[in-house]
């Protein structure tokens, strides 16, 4: 819901000519207008809500159409809501603040890129005296909220470095600068960049211009260059992103989830380009191993939500690659990641140092996309310390895809996994008991507090005495 909040504007304020807008209200009625947009939605963060109906009155004066805005995201608030934006048959998005810039394929999107201050000329000093070596092949990455500095940086820096290559923002923005103008070069975690002939990443050294958070820790970990250092504190900061105790922790759940037997296939997006194949490829791979899967959609995750399904062995979740779940401990069961299957199952895929948290990449024509080879069905588990064959189940995952009879007892799935956990329970929900039940009267329910409601026998015999 969109908060109540009361707007009081100057004309000259509506009129979209506020001095250093952060909204970017000009040049958001500029792309309306040369894309000739009819039905526009705005997609704000949690935090920025409160500036929303500001900024929609604004641009409805700028444009002279209705704009809609999206009160609500269904998974995360860096990600493009396209399907809540399809609930009005949107022909378009504008998306405003941190955005992870997973490519969509339903509506053209417009980007208003977050707006922080950093002192240009430190940066540049901070660069030269790390990087005095003026041959080396570097790398530059940005956070997105510094890319309307990244002109001056680049004019200031790429003239004194011969191999030092700025990774563009693959999208459309309000910065047009950081916007990937060659669709040929490799995207990787939303950003653009053309390495020279003959070289690879790893002769590369990545700079981020950026503190060591969640998207430095994303992009050092996908992408396999000789060094990462980042930007934070007016200093620049070496990193070992891999030699931590989450890349550890990463490689148990794999353990894990190869002697789970039951497994949910999460889909925590609906809009990120190719979730559907990346579901397929995890659905075939769990089905090659005699697991029984599940695929679910239950919108933003948390806890709570996925207790509900204590027959599930593991998750694996189908998200965005900056998604804060996989650094949480508060699950019940492991959740895992669409690389993991293939770390799990699949003998072409080598394990190595580096991570790839983007599932695009392990698709055919990705950077880590490895032909699937299908482990051994015996080996020992580290976690138990017992063989595991997991021939017993063949039967079962061999008929997922068959159609079953209904039978006196209502059960109509195949094989000893969810629909038995369920039978068994002896809570399965508000279903139906037609015929089993005696037809009597309505009566009167429970009433009070629901500490003590009035018609409890204990209460009742107080009453009485």
């Not at 660069?127 to 092949?137: A, Q």
């Not at 669709?183 to 211009?209: M, P």
């Amino acid at each position: 819901m969109i908060p109540e909040i009361t707007v009081k504007m100057t004309k000259h304020e509506i009129s979209g000519a506020v001095e250093d807008d952060p909204y970017d209200v000009e040049k958001c009625g500029k792309w309306i207008d040369a894309c000739n947009l009819n039905k526009v939605c705005l997609q704000f963060p949690d935090n920025l809500l409160p500036h929303s109906v500001e900024v929609a009155l604004r641009l409805e004066n700028r444009v002279n159409k209705k704009v809609y805005i999206l009160g609500d995201t269904s998974c995360g608030s860096c990600c493009v809501d396209e399907i809540a934006a399809q609930h009005i048959n949107a022909d378009s998005i504008i998306h405003y603040g941190h955005a992870c810039l997973n490519p969509t394929v339903r509506l053209p999107v417009l980007h208003v890129l977050p707006k922080r201050e950093i002192d240009v000329i430190e940066v540049v000093e901070k660069f030269k005296c790390h990087f005095e070596d003026r041959s080396k092949r570097i790398l530059f990455f940005y956070d997105i909220a510094y890319a309307h500095k990244v002109e001056s940086i680049h004019s200031a820096l790429s003239s004194l470095y011969e191999s030092l290559i700025f990774t563009f923002l693959n999208c459309t923005s309000n910065v047009e600068f950081a916007d990937a103008k060659d669709n040929s070069s490799a995207v990787i975690l939303g950003r653009n960049f053309t390495l020279e002939e003959a070289c690879k990443v790893e002769d590369y050294e990545a700079f981020f211009l950026g503190d060591g958070g969640k998207t430095f820790a994303t992009l050092a970990m996908t992408i396999p260059a000789n060094k990462w250092c980042y930007f934070e504190n007016n200093s620049i900061v070496e990193s070992e992103a891999l030699n931590t105790p989450w890349l550890k922790r990463r490689r148990f759940l794999v353990e894990k989830l190869k002697d789970a037997k039951v497994v949910g296939i999460v889909v925590a997006t609906l809009g990120i380009k190719d979730y559907l194949k990346v579901i397929t490829m995890v659905k075939n791979i769990l089905k090659q191993k005699n697991k029984k899967s599940y695929i679910l959609s239950i919108g933003k995750i948390n806890p709570t939500k996925l207790a509900n399904f204590p027959e599930i062995d593991a998750f694996v979740l189908i998200t965005c690659p900056e998604n804060e779940v996989f650094d949480s401990r508060d699950f019940l069961k492991p959740i895992l990641m669409p690389y993991e299957v293939e770390l799990a199952f699949n003998d072409s895929r080598e394990p190595y140092m580096q991570y790839c948290m983007d599932f695009r990449q392990i698709l055919p024509g990705g950077m880590n996309y490895v032909d699937f080879k299908a482990s051994s069905n015996s080996d020992i588990s580290l976690i138990t310390g017992k063989l595991r064959d997991y021939s017993d189940s063949s039967t079962c995952t061999d008929k997922m895809n068959a159609l079953a009879i209904n039978n006196s007892t209502g059960v109509v799935a195949i094989g000893k996994a969810g629909a038995e956990f369920l039978h068994n329970r002896s809570w399965k929900g508000v279903e139906q008991r037609l015929g089993k039940d005696a037809v009597h009267s309505a009566e009167i329910g429970r009433y009070g507090l629901p500490n003590c409601y009035k018609n409890e026998p204990v209460t009742t015999e107080q009453d009485n005495g």
